[in-house]
């Protein structure tokens, strides 16, 4: 498989207190079945669907006490000149580099506005086996309180080209790498996101059914914050898992209206 080209998303993974509990809410939400711990990287552990690697849960190092969270990780051909990058550009690098056995090698930064997210230098470990089918990774979005930081920043730490969209409603950007979308960029001014809710990345996972899906995950004591609504992207909603990480379920096959137009910036 050949690299990634820079900036594309390739993995994403979240630290969890009960890694069972998570197993369990995941296996039935999306389908996935999982692998056996590695030890030797903290138990991490990769989540599978049709057989193919999709994600990874590990729980959280010890003495933190860090809320859960999915970690989206941006390809790099270069870990430790994308850290400085983002330190050059009012990020801040969090970890990292850490080199990763011969599976790559990872940073853990935020942006200027206190987004996480993660880089990833691929080894023997290329990232997602699967994409845009049910079970599956299919789109993230930066979720934001500062859209001009990450405006800024994003472009200048990978080599983004942007596209605005022309809606009055919302404020929403996509950053592209050879002209194809690969991440958005929602601004979360106003009420969008309750006070005590940081800045994140959404990590949206394809699913066959937006609606059966949300079912179980209520069944399993997970929590909707907005939807399922339809749109020409798909029917989706905002979700969280019962340990609270935040993520988004997206039913690519029901697909309603027209794309609203956008412009290059």
Not at 57 to 76: D, K, R
Not at 139 to 166: C, L, N
Not at 214 to 221: P, T, V
Request: glycine share 14%.
């Amino acid at each position: 498989m050949a690299a990634l080209p820079e900036g594309t998303p390739c993995w994403a993974d979240a630290m969890f207190t009960d890694l069972e509990g998570a197993k369990a809410f995941y296996g039935d939400v999306l389908g996935w079945t999982f692998g056996e711990s590695s030890s030797e990287f903290g138990n991490y552990t990769q989540a599978y669907s049709d057989g193919r690697a999709v994600a990874a849960i590990v729980p959280p190092m010890p003495g933190s006490q860090a809320q859960s969270a999915w970690c989206l990780y941006l390809a790099s051909p270069d870990a430790a000149a994308t850290a400085e990058r983002i330190r050059t550009h009012g990020g801040e690098v969090v970890m990292g580099p850490m080199q990763v056995g011969d599976f790559g090698t990872m940073v853990i930064a935020r942006d200027p506005g206190g987004v996480v997210f993660g880089v990833w230098q691929a080894g023997t470990h290329e990232g997602f086996e699967k994409q845009d089918e049910p079970g599956a990774y299919s789109w993230a979005e930066i979720v934001t309180r500062e859209p001009g930081k990450a405006d800024s920043f994003f472009p200048a730490v990978f080599p983004y080209g942007t596209r605005k969209m022309d809606s009055e409603q919302i404020d929403y950007r996509m950053f592209l790498v050879g002209g194809r979308p690969v991440l958005g960029r929602m601004g979360a001014q106003g009420d969008f996101l309750p006070p005590e809710a940081p800045s994140y990345v959404s990590v949206y996972f394809a699913v066959d059914d937006a609606d059966a899906a949300i079912e179980r995950l209520k069944k399993n004591g997970g929590a909707v914050y907005f939807g399922p609504m339809d749109s020409p992207f798909g029917r989706f909603a905002a979700v969280g898992d019962q340990q609270g990480a935040a993520f988004g379920l997206i039913d690519l096959g029901r697909r309603v209206g027209a794309q609203p137009p956008t412009a290059d910036v």
